[in-house]
């Protein structure tokens, strides 16, 4: 409640209070500071309505017949609480795209997003984008978050990670944990609510009752894990490490990032992805728009400079896609001016997938047979993000960061395995759009 940062991070687990913090620090903001404004943002109207507005009524009085004994006075048209101070508490929901054009013309001092990780990114940046002014109230932006949702990726690297972009301050952030365990209130009306969440699916427990943010319901590729796929770098110029088998996989992209792995194939047949080229500024599906002359001029020198490339013979697959002519010079054609050559990779998604699952999976002695290395970050933060797609249950979401999974995926098809053992993959279940379970 003191944090004084410009952008906080709140919350991190279920339970954890949240609504109440918002309520609370909202309206203790608006005593301290006679005439500020502060905005309250849910995903919809009744979420805003039960867990904001009607709880704010109650606690300010709003509603008693004798004006002496209100606290604040409710305008439901404009859907505000204003305070005798001249303060006001402002409430509005975002759904989509379209409902954050909506706030351009809004101009606040705090901004309080709930549930932020419900939002996409580019919906999170509009809605900051209303803490502006020249009066001296304090200007923030507060977020309560859980992990999962469209604003996973986004929070995680801000508050968690602590990854920042070059315009963004590291001393401007904060991130507080809230955990079940400090809802004194709620664990005094519900004790066993602790136990409820200690019952959860592994997954869903680990994000819900401890605020996990590397696991949450939904996962495509639940089975990578951290501890266990991603390992320190080691020479691959020594031993017979010279000698393995160099497989360069590449994802096109323009508007959206492009993706070029490196991934170093062993005698035992066993995967390592060594190294990457990530063309992304850091939002997600917004690439850095390079050409595809700048992007394989770049992968040309990479592997003509890089120790474990240089002098070694490296085969090339990409998405079939690269080799259309139709409108000119092909993507193709552009990566062998560098001396870059790809085979045709085998663009059978479900299959794929399936190849991918099979190098997780850990043997008898706990081997996997496809690690990475921990420099891979872009691979290491997007994969575990991936989720199932609504419509086709063995897919995952291409709505999602998945251009490093891609090219993944022709590296895994050009060298397929059998399973260690037969692959169950659990994946939620979704409503059918046609209203079919």
């Known amino acids: 409640m003191l944090d004084t940062h410009k952008y906080i991070g ?51 009085k709003c509603y008693q017949e004798d004006p002496g004994k209100r606290l604040a006075n409710y305008n439901d048209q404009k859907k505000f609480i204003s305070f005798p101070n001249d303060s006001k508490i402002l409430f509005r929901y975002c759904d989509t795209d379209k409902d954050a054009d909506r706030f351009q013309g809004i101009e606040v001092d705090v901004l309080f997003i709930d549930e932020a990780t419900q939002q996409s990114e580019a919906r999170l940046q509009k809605l900051s984008a209303c803490v502006r002014g020249v009066n001296p109230f304090p200007k923030r932006v507060c977020y309560t978050m859980n992990p999962g949702g469209e604003g996973h990726n986004w929070a995680k690297r801000l508050f968690i990670e602590q990854r920042y972009l070059d315009n963004e301050d590291p001393n401007n952030y904060s991130f507080i944990q809230s955990l079940v365990t400090d809802n004194e209130a709620l664990m005094k009306a519900q004790p066993d609510y602790v136990r409820q969440l200690e019952a959860l699916p592994p997954k869903l427990r680990d994000a819900w009752l401890y605020g996990n943010w590397d696991v949450y319901e939904g996962q495509f590729f639940e089975d990578f894990l951290i501890k266990k796929h991603v390992i320190e770098p080691f020479d691959l110029n020594t031993g017979e490490k010279k000698y393995w088998k160099i497989i360069r996989s590449y994802d096109f992209g323009y508007h959206h990032p492009f993706s070029c792995g490196w991934t170093a194939l062993s005698r035992d047949g066993t995967m390592y992805r060594i190294l990457e080229y990530y063309g992304c500024t850091g939002q997600p599906n917004e690439g850095v728009r390079m050409s595809p002359d700048q992007q394989f001029r770049e992968i040309a020198e990479i592997e003509q400079s890089h120790p474990w490339l240089k002098d070694r013979k490296i085969e090339g697959v990409a998405d079939p896609s690269i080799w259309d002519g139709s409108r000119g010079e092909s993507i193709a054609d552009t990566a062998a001016k560098y001396g870059l ?48 797609s609504a419509y086709r249950p063995e897919d995952l979401d291409t709505d999602g960061e998945d251009h490093i999974a891609d090219e993944w995926r022709y590296a895994c098809m050009a060298y397929p395995i059998l ?19």
């Open 419 to 437: 399973p260690v053992r037969p692959i169950v993959i659990r994946r939620p279940m979704f409503n059918d759009p046609l209203g079919k379970k």
């Open 341 to 388: 050559f790809f085979l045709k990779g085998v663009n059978d998604r479900i299959p794929g997938w399936m190849q991918c699952h099979y190098r997780l999976q850990l043997d008898e002695n706990d081997r996997a047979r496809f690690y990475v290395f921990d420099n891979c970050k872009e691979f290491i933060r997007t994969i575990p993000l991936l989720q199932y």
């Open 10 to 60: 709140y919350g991190g687990a279920r339970g954890g209070g949240k609504s109440w913090a918002v309520r609370n620090k909202a309206v203790l903001l608006c005593y301290k500071y006679p005439g500020i404004k502060v905005l309250i943002v849910r995903k919809t109207y009744p979420e805003l309505w039960d867990n904001h507005i009607e709880p704010l009524i109650k606690m300010l």
